[in-house]
């Protein structure tokens, strides 16, 4: 079966970095995305990976490693604003999207 | 621009209610989705579409129906509601396939 596993909750200080693990097996692969879903709200687009490596966007970046069948998202400088859920998803062989539960950051001042 | 539209945002159905959760785009894309999210769970598809005309099933269609007459709008009918289709709805678009996925706020429906 296709599964997607990432941490259920996480804690981190503000001004810290933060890194979200994710780990995938799916029937093959077209990229993985993370997104960024606060408390009552819609997902919103933080980053797609398809080739191996990291991939920097500001204070947000996430690395792929297909041989793994893992990805991270790195989070630095952590701000309050940051305290959302995060969801990683991956694109199968027939593009359909496979979803972890999400990993809920709360960031501490 | 309005983005994904979806309404209504909250709604309480009784069981063996129909009712129907009203989605819309004007971002001329051409994949629309609807995919409901339960407490620990990962988003589930539940049915797509990649053009006006189009649909097709998901990962849990059971107890749902769609239709996609325009490209702008993307309706999900309930049929016969049961407590387990309580969760929250998302209507979501994507430019093309495998492309980054534009969300709705949210349906929240409780079927007591």
């Known amino acids: 079966g296709q599964n997607i596993d990432q941490p259920t909750e996480m804690t981190a200080t503000e001004g810290a970095i933060v890194q979200i693990n994710c780990t995938y097996q799916?029937?093959?692969?077209?990229?993985l995305f993370w997104y960024q879903q606060h408390a009552g709200e819609a997902p919103t687009f933080l980053s797609y990976?398809?080739l191996d490596g990291l991939e920097e966007k500001g204070r947000f970046s996430s690395f792929l490693s297909r041989s793994k069948g893992y990805s991270y998202l790195l989070l630095k400088e952590l701000q309050m604003k940051d305290s959302a859920s995060y969801l990683c998803?991956?694109?199968?062989?027939?593009?359909?999207?496979?979803w972890g539960a999400g990993t809920k950051l709360i960031i501490k001042p | 621009n309005a983005g994904v539209t979806q309404t209504p945002k909250f709604r309480i159905l009784k069981i063996g209610q129909s009712m129907t959760l009203q989605c819309a785009q004007d971002?001329?894309?051409?994949?629309m989705y609807w995919y409901r999210q339960d407490p620990g769970m990962g988003l589930k598809l539940i049915y797509y579409?990649?053009?006006?005309?189009?649909?097709d099933k998901g990962e849990v269609p059971n107890g749902y129906n769609v239709s996609r007459s325009t490209t702008e709008d993307f309706p999900l009918r309930l049929e016969l509601a049961a407590p387990s289709q309580t969760s929250v709805y998302f209507c979501?678009?994507?430019?093309?396939?495998?492309?980054?996925?534009?969300f709705g706020e949210g349906s929240r429906l409780t079927v007591l």
């Open positions: 979501a678009s994507s430019y093309g396939e495998g492309g980054e996925l534009f």
């Open positions: 971002m001329n894309h051409n994949y």
């Open positions: 579409s990649v053009g006006a005309g189009i649909t």
């Open positions: 799916t029937s093959g692969f077209n990229g």
């Open positions: 990976n398809v």
């Open positions: 998803a991956v694109m199968d062989s027939n593009y359909q999207l496979i």
